[in-house]
């Protein structure tokens, strides 16, 4: 830090917003996973205080002031010069809204994520259609103010909260490939599925405590550190916390103890990622994730590269068998695999297996994109949810509870980070790709429980990189080649139909 310079009063602002973000995003977490239904408006207080805070201190005419007197000034590495870039983006975003707009939304996602809670359970739509109503006119109104200030589209300027840069016209050219290809592969892999072995069926109970265990044991041979974070158990799987007290969560079904247990590899992916990023910049906005394609591709790389990977069913087998008792044919590595790469046409993205996920993710961006435009009410959202479905995954919700109620994030404002959850899959299978011809120990590693050869390599080219570069410069700089759908599809096919 340069301790008498404008750059300088920079990092020393942005320390004191880091703890700011890093107290709400405790307390969110908290408010997800343990808090008592009474606390919601106690911690809907705390919450809005914290982010009006941090907003004001983002948004202080000092910072406008400080940031040209920063960039005139001289002998700033390249860690400092992305710094400032980092800043000067979170200033033009934060300055768009006025502080009152980022106080109602706080309070209004609060009180919708709790209606949305009671809501779920019961399919019942109608009943969290008000608040999800003032959420969506909230986040139309932010999104025009961040339009006119940053020169994009309304959803543009969504999007690049989630991932700077991020555009829809990218996605779209991306997401049409994908939309084109994936409705006749799914039915290629379907009927290969029946020309090949049966699937033989994995007999239950599974008890919670069993797979919990199983977890933080596969947590660990990923590399996990617990004494840095810790697993919970939530209604929607997430990661939270801060990069010094990582947070997972997970949700248990004791008839199937996969989607559980890939719910916490997957967000064992994001955690690795945070756990990776670079102490030195720990608490500027250069030392945080690069945006969320790369952190869903780290998420997607462990759970849907690795861990559905032949190598390492031959490895995880005899775990599976000891915690759960299990003896047989059923229980061996061949019929684990085909269990966990079956494809089949169902509902829920979160246990959707890898072929079909994409499909789910291109309807909702679909979906929140008309939202955002106006061209779909929130009346309008359950048939057009069940249109969509039927035509990109083949199968209709029988309740607006396996349609649109089941994901958080709509009902807790996040309005364009849908579209990451596919680009970091496409980017996971690029990464994965130039990790295994990089080190031929990557999948034998991972065959034998030893995730360090991949993580080593995780760590030198995506996670000590941070914000320093562009998503496109680092996956350049990690495969030769920008972000490229073609790897992706040709990962599928030797999968599902080799």
Sequence with gaps: MRPNSAYGEIERRFRRINALEEASAVLQWDQQTTMPAGGAEGRAEQLATLKVLAHEMIVNPALADLIPAARGEDGLDIWQQANLREVERIWRHSTALPGDLVERMSRACSACEMAWRRARPAGDFAAV??????????????????????????????????????????IDALFGDLARFLPGFIGRVIEHQKAGPPMLPL??????????????????????????????????????????????????????????????????????????????????PVGKARGMIIHESQSLLIEMQACRSKAFLNYAAPLLRRTFDGAGPAWEADNLYRHYTHVERGLIRVDADEATYPAHVILRYRLERALIAGDLTLADLPGAWNDGMRELVGTVPASDRQGCLQDLHWYDGAFGYFPTYTMGAIAAAQLFDAAAQADGDVLPGIGRGDFRPLLTWLRKHVHRHGSLVSTDELLRAATGRPLDVATYKRHLETRYLS
């Design 203 to 284: 007999a239950g109970p599974f008890p919670e405590a069993r797979q919990r265990a199983l977890g933080l044991e596969l947590m660990t041979a990923a590399g996990f550190d617990f004494e840095r974070g810790r697993l919970d158990t939530s209604l929607h799987p997430f990661t939270g916390g801060t990069p010094d007290d990582v947070r997972i969560t997970t949700r248990y079904r004791e008839d199937d103890f996969m989607p559980a247990l890939m719910g916490v590899m997957h967000e064992t992916g994001h955690a690795l990622y945070e756990l990776g990023l670079p102490r030195d910049w720990r608490q500027q």
């Design 129 to 170: 259609r008000p608040q999800l109503q003032t959420v969506l006119d909230l986040t139309r109104e932010a999104a025009a103010a961040k339009a006119a200030a940053l020169g994009l589209t309304p959803y543009d300027a969504l999007l690049d909260q989630y991932e700077p840069g991020g555009r829809a016209a990218a």
